[in-house]
């Protein structure tokens, strides 16, 4: 795929920095997440910190433990002079769901300048941006920023329209479809809050470096808040100290309508490559199918997933499933990386009490039959202990040595889902501090797990059509 021929370019884009999605009711969606991941509160906002005179929204972010893995919780607020842009989000989106994915770059104009040029100069880099703050808005930047950024820094702050928070963050972010105001994208750089490794004495980034920014979440609601109206004017003419194991997101999937030109897209303005490509033949059922691409920057730390169904099969895809409970196309499941996955499990499962999932529903486990092969393929990385670890959980084991377990989606809606992955292996030797660290990607997208994973979800959904039909 031509899209591939872009990878080389250096877009400073690292890593998922944090996933926000809109939600019909914030509190027990939130007391439902902490309950089995152990996150705590990170931050809170009402519509007194960060609304309108006009509109508002009730905002919480949960948070691992490092507070590397940052999940973005948001209701709309009732009764205002204008219908809160979350309302509108989940008018369009048919329900709750993720609204905006923030990549991480190191370089937040060095990033945005490549995406323009990637385009021949097309503002945005093929998206179009919010509407920019106005200019006094930099005289700010200058006062509680200038001694952290230069004058030129803050002039292409100022240029490009990108924010900038007194909590040191930098980001832009795009519009989303004026016909169906749903997911978009942000770029986002945190800047300082570095500590000194005491083994290595080099330099990292605390996680979740300069917060949500309120002065930056304040001027993105109104400028989305300004969106919406412009489009109307064209219309009219707490148990966080449990150690979970869960580092980051390991990786995000959307299921399509079409895969192509949405994939042509992204890699268009983010210089994304092609991580590995799949087709029914090498994934899908005798009975169903699905093609995918997944898309990564250069450092392989960042994976997007899209998925679309295959048509003409005895069964209906469930991507189409999941299209049609969605009202069209969306974020399907979030991954969630771990460093131990059993123990993420048993832990998720012990904080609940002894409740199977910790709180949520697994997808059937493959036959006992399944691990016999995990022994084969498996036996020289993981010990018996941990293969039967495995099949007590019903966890996947796949020959390029990935671990993961995923919940089940809503009976009634079926939708987004988590999964929980351990990548093992892909051990690589840092020159300077000679210390190890696990190489991006690792373990690929095993073709034996996502086999197994579609298998399960169309067992699942054979399930709640006979309870249809004995109903």
Same mark, same amino acid.
């Given at each position: ?104 770059? @190191? #370089?937040?104009? *060095?990033?945005?300048? $490549?995406?323009?040029?990637?385009? /021949?100069? %097309?503002? =945005? ?71 000194? @490794? #005491?083994?290595? *004495?080099?330099?990292? $980034?605390?996680?979740?470096?300069? /917060?949500? %920014?309120? =002065? ?256």
């Amino acid at each position: 795929m031509w899209y591939g021929d872009i990878s080389s370019f250096h877009y400073g884009l690292r890593r998922i920095d944090h996933v926000v999605g809109f939600l019909l009711e914030l509190a027990p969606v939130a007391e439902y997440i902490a309950g089995f991941t152990g996150f705590h509160e990170f931050v809170e906002f009402t519509a007194e910190d960060v609304g309108t005179a006009e509109s508002g929204l009730n905002v919480v972010v949960l948070a691992n433990n490092t507070e590397t893995v940052l999940l973005n919780l948001t209701e709309p607020l009732h009764g205002t002079k204008r219908r809160s842009q979350i309302q509108t989000y989940l008018d369009h989106h048919g329900g709750p769901g993720v609204q905006h994915i923030a990549l991480a770059s @190191d #370089d937040v104009l *060095g990033t945005l300048r $490549q995406m323009i040029w990637a385009t /021949g100069g %097309g503002g =945005g880099g093929g998206f179009d941006f919010l509407v920019p703050p106005p200019p006094n808005y930099y005289d700010g930047v200058r006062r509680r920023a200038g001694d952290v950024l230069s004058e030129a820094q803050i002039k292409g702050c100022q240029e490009l329209g990108v924010l900038v928070d007194r909590d040191m963050t930098k980001e832009f972010c795009s519009k989303s479809s004026p016909s169906r105001q749903t997911l978009f994208l942000e770029v986002i750089q945190r800047i300082g809050c570095m500590e000194k @490794d #005491d083994e290595s *004495g080099r330099e990292h $980034q605390r996680g979740g470096c300069g /917060g949500f %920014g309120k =002065g930056n979440f304040h001027e993105l609601f109104k400028a989305v808040e300004e969106y919406e109206k412009s489009l109307e004017a064209k219309l009219v003419c707490d148990i966080s100290s449990f150690h979970y194991g869960l580092r980051r997101i390991d990786h995000v999937v959307g299921f399509l309508l079409e895969l192509a030109p949405v994939a042509e897209y992204i890699a268009g303005f983010t210089g994304f490559h092609e991580f590995v490509e799949f087709t029914a033949e090498d994934v899908g059922t005798a009975e169903s199918g699905l093609n995918v691409v997944v898309l990564a920057n250069n450092t392989e730390t960042v994976l997007l997933n899209l998925t679309e169904p295959l048509h003409g099969t005895k069964r209906r895809s469930q991507i189409q499933t999941y299209l049609d409970h969605h009202g069209g196309p969306g974020v399907q499941h979030i991954a969630l990386a771990s460093d131990d996955v059993l123990g993420t499990l048993r832990q998720m499962i012990w904080a609940t009490g002894g409740a199977a999932g910790g709180g949520f529903d697994f997808l059937e486990p493959p036959p006992p039959n399944y691990y016999d092969g995990v022994r084969r393929r498996a036996g020289v990385v993981l010990s018996e202990a941990q293969i039967k670890g495995c099949q007590e959980l019903g966890v996947l084991v796949d020959r390029d040595m990935t671990k993961e377990f995923c919940s089940k989606s809503s009976p009634s809606r079926q939708t987004l889902f988590l999964e929980v992955i351990q990548r093992i292996g892909c051990m690589e030797k840092d020159d300077e501090s000679g210390r190890e660290h696990q190489r991006g990607g690792c373990g690929g997208f095993g073709k034996g797990n996502f086999h197994e994973l579609f298998k399960a979800v169309e067992e699942y959904e054979k399930s709640l059509e006979a309870k249809l039909v004995c109903q």
